[in-house]
Each structure stands twice: as C-alpha cells, then as structure tokens.
C-alpha cells in the first residue's frame, strides 16, 4: 500500500513539473480552427479571451511556471471553442 501512495505521489510530481506541450498545443489549434471558421468576425470576444489566454500560458511557460501555464492553456482552448462555437451558430437565429 505504502508503494502505491508513493507512486501516485511521485506520478502527480512529474505532471506539475513537466511542460504543458500537449495543452499549448490544442490551444493553438483550437485558435487557429476558430479563426478560419469566422471568429475574428462572428466572435471577436472570445477569440480575444482566447488569445489572451494562451499569450498568458506562454509567459507561464517561459517562467516554467508550469501548473499555471497548462491552466492557461486548457483556459485558452475552451475559449477558442467558445468563438468556434459561436462564429459557426445560425446567423438566422441571432
């Protein structure tokens, strides 16, 4: 038992102190998918935030502030999928 807890401790560790790559990356991607869908146009907050969002999680970043950072990230995707999500509704129901 007192193996298991040490390496889920240890497991946890590695997370907080190993990059967010995966993170930085869908949140590029989900920026970038939001913009060719009509974002800066149809979404403009959102994809601000977004962006905002990930400008902050790559100072994080470089501060090897990583906890902080992939928190930014995944911030940064959710609201890139927001502007997605909204650059793509009916502009019939607006």
Same mark, same amino acid.
């Given at each position: 038992m @007192?193996?298991?807890?040490?390496? =889920?401790?240890?497991?946890?560790?590695a997370? &907080?102190?190993?990059?967010?790559? $995966?993170?930085?990356?869908? !949140?590029? @991607?989900?920026? !970038?998918?939001? *913009?060719?869908?009509?974002?800066? &146009? #149809?979404?403009?907050?959102? +994809?601000? !935030?977004?962006?905002?969002?990930?400008? #902050?999680?790559?100072?994080?970043?470089?501060?090897? $502030?990583?906890? @902080? =950072? #992939?928190?930014?990230? *995944? $911030?940064?995707?959710?609201?890139? +999928?927001?502007? +997605? *999500?909204?650059? &793509?509704?009916?502009?019939? #129901?607006?």
């Amino acid at each position: 038992m @007192q193996a298991l807890l040490i390496a =889920a401790v240890a497991l946890t560790a590695a997370c &907080e102190t190993a990059p967010p790559v $995966q993170e930085m990356s869908d !949140a590029r @991607q989900a920026i !970038a998918v939001a *913009k060719e869908a009509g974002a800066a &146009e #149809r979404a403009a907050f959102h +994809l601000k !935030a977004a962006e905002d969002y990930l400008e #902050r999680a790559e100072q994080k970043l470089n501060d090897h $502030q990583y906890s @902080q =950072a #992939r928190y930014d990230a *995944k $911030q940064a995707k959710m609201k890139a +999928l927001d502007a +997605l *999500k909204a650059s &793509e509704a009916d502009p019939e #129901r607006d």
